[in-house]
């Protein structure tokens, strides 16, 4: 005769779970990315989700949800705690507007990275002809003259603007110089 557990006691694999540290600068990202590795490992305990939660918080960070840690009443400890990370060290809505209206230059990334950029941190009610006429401020003067005229929308022209700086040499800004000439 074999020994055999009843269903009951059957025990279940452990599935390891990798949680990056907590982004204190995108913690929206952070908490999706956290919780596709839930979903991955079909983690849907709320006490699972938190104890890999603080598992990963840094000490200055867990001061944040020090009371949650220890209210032994609270059985939704991982979405309140999720709450109040959101709450202290997201942007708020007026700093991403400031932001995207005068944080944001186009620098080294390719147009469609700014535009997906400043998307992140505009609110859903501007418009796309806002948004288009503040990327288009921020493209090169010579690139924006080339399409300030057309009538593409915007995932369209992104795609135009792309390859139009792709092409494009790189150009430094030289400052004039004047030279003498010896007597």
Same mark, same amino acid.
């Given at each position: ?134 990327? $288009? &401020? !921020?493209?090169?003067?010579? /690139?924006?003259? +080339? *399409?300030?005229? %057309?009538?593409?929308? $915007? &995932? !369209?022209?992104?795609?135009? /603007?792309?390859? +139009? *700086?792709?092409? %494009?040499?790189?150009? $430094? &800004? ?10």
């Amino acid at each position: 005769m074999t020994d055999s557990k009843p269903t009951s006691e059957l025990e279940t694999g452990a599935i390891t779970t990798k949680i990056s540290p907590y982004w204190t600068d995108k913690p929206e990202i952070w908490f999706f990315q956290v919780e596709a590795q839930f979903n991955i490992s079909k983690i849907t305990s709320e006490e699972t989700k938190f104890n890999y939660l603080v598992s990963q918080l840094e000490p200055r960070f867990l001061e944040n949800v020090w009371d949650i840690i220890k209210d032994p009443a609270n059985t939704a400890k991982y979405s309140t705690a999720k709450e109040r990370l959101l709450l202290t060290f997201q942007e708020s809505e007026n700093v991403r507007i400031k932001r995207l209206l005068t944080g944001l230059e186009l620098g080294d990334m390719l147009p469609s990275q700014l535009l997906r950029k400043m998307c992140s941190l505009g609110h859903p009610d501007i418009s796309e002809k806002v948004l288009r006429t503040l990327w $288009l &401020e !921020k493209m090169p003067e010579s /690139v924006r003259n +080339i *399409v300030i005229v %057309s009538d593409e929308g $915007l &995932e !369209k022209l992104v795609t135009i /603007v792309d390859k +139009i *700086v792709e092409m %494009s040499p790189r150009t $430094l &800004e030289l400052s004039a110089v004047k030279k003498t000439l010896p007597k």
